[in-house]
């Protein structure tokens, strides 16, 4: 299975990844588990096709997930909740986002209060995408980090989830000339927002 899994992540950023991966897809569940523990070893992936653009490469990888979690959804959940490696990966994060169980609800949760910048964001996205609650609770944490894609996420979800305890940082977003013209902005627009909703 070692080489099987190998075989993938060499035609990554190739012209082979498709006919590869359908390949790869055809295998039983110990291929996942196979190659999320390649993943929590090395969140890159060991080497992949010789001289594909880096971008070309992430695209791949993040398909590559998220045609294991469609496959073998039980499993890729199974393995993910046990390592706390894989559930700091941002594109491990983007896969198992498209499962919809409480198990997973919560692994977003803490990854959007633990992780590193793009681990946020994944997360963050994912719980939008499922409208989850869980988001108001999530929004002071994520609006107080310096300037990233997990506070410019959590300000675009601030006017439809934020609540009374979201006001103080948006504010102080708003008025700080240490943040970005365009996230004052949206601060502001938040406020607004979060005030006419909430009657205030």
Same mark, same amino acid.
């Given at each position: 299975?070692?080489?099987?899994?190998?075989?993938?992540? $060499? &035609?990554?950023?190739? !012209? /082979? %990844?498709?006919?590869?991966?359908? /390949?790869?897809?055809?295998?039983?569940? *110990?291929?996942?588990?196979?190659?999320?523990?390649? @993943?929590?070893?090395?969140?890159? =992936?060991?080497?992949?096709?010789?001289? &594909?653009?880096?971008?070309?490469?992430?695209?791949?990888?993040?398909? @590559?997930?998220?045609?294991?979690?469609?496959?073998?959804?039980?499993? %890729?959940? #199974?393995?993910?909740?046990?390592?706390?490696?894989?559930?700091?990966?941002?594109?491990? +994060?983007?896969?198992?986002?498209?499962?919809?169980?409480?198990?997973?609800?919560?692994?977003?949760? *803490?990854?959007?209060?633990?992780?590193? *910048?793009?681990?946020?964001?994944?997360?963050?996205?994912?719980?939008?995408?499922? !409208?989850?609650?869980?988001?108001?609770?999530?929004?002071?944490?994520?609006?107080?980090?310096?300037?990233?894609? #997990?506070?410019?996420? $959590? @300000? =675009?979800?601030?006017? *439809?989830?934020?609540?009374?305890?979201?006001?103080?940082?948006?504010?102080? +977003?708003?008025?700080? /000339? /240490?943040?970005?013209?365009?996230?004052?902005?949206?601060?502001?627009?938040? +406020?607004?927002? +979060?005030?006419?909703?909430? =009657?205030?």
């Amino acid at each position: 299975m070692a080489a099987k899994v190998a075989g993938v992540f $060499a &035609a990554v950023g190739s !012209h /082979r %990844f498709s006919d590869v991966l359908e /390949r790869f897809l055809r295998l039983d569940d *110990d291929a996942c588990t196979a190659l999320l523990v390649v @993943l929590a070893v090395d969140a890159e =992936g060991p080497s992949s096709a010789p001289g &594909a653009h880096p971008m070309r490469v992430s695209e791949d990888t993040g398909l @590559l997930l998220a045609r294991a979690v469609e496959r073998w959804p039980a499993r %890729f959940e #199974a393995v993910v909740a046990g390592s706390q490696v894989l559930r700091r990966n941002s594109l491990v +994060i983007r896969a198992l986002s498209r499962l919809r169980t409480p198990t997973v609800e919560a692994i977003l949760v *803490d990854a959007a209060g633990a992780g590193e *910048d793009h681990v946020r964001a994944a997360a963050l996205d994912g719980l939008l995408a499922r !409208h989850s609650a869980a988001i108001t609770g999530l929004l002071p944490t994520l609006l107080g980090y310096p300037y990233g894609a #997990a506070r410019a996420a $959590a @300000l =675009g979800a601030a006017p *439809d989830y934020g609540d009374l305890n979201t006001l103080p940082i948006l504010r102080w +977003i708003a008025g700080s /000339r /240490r943040c970005k013209p365009w996230d004052r902005e949206k601060a502001s627009q938040a +406020i607004e927002a +979060i005030s006419l909703r909430l =009657g205030r």
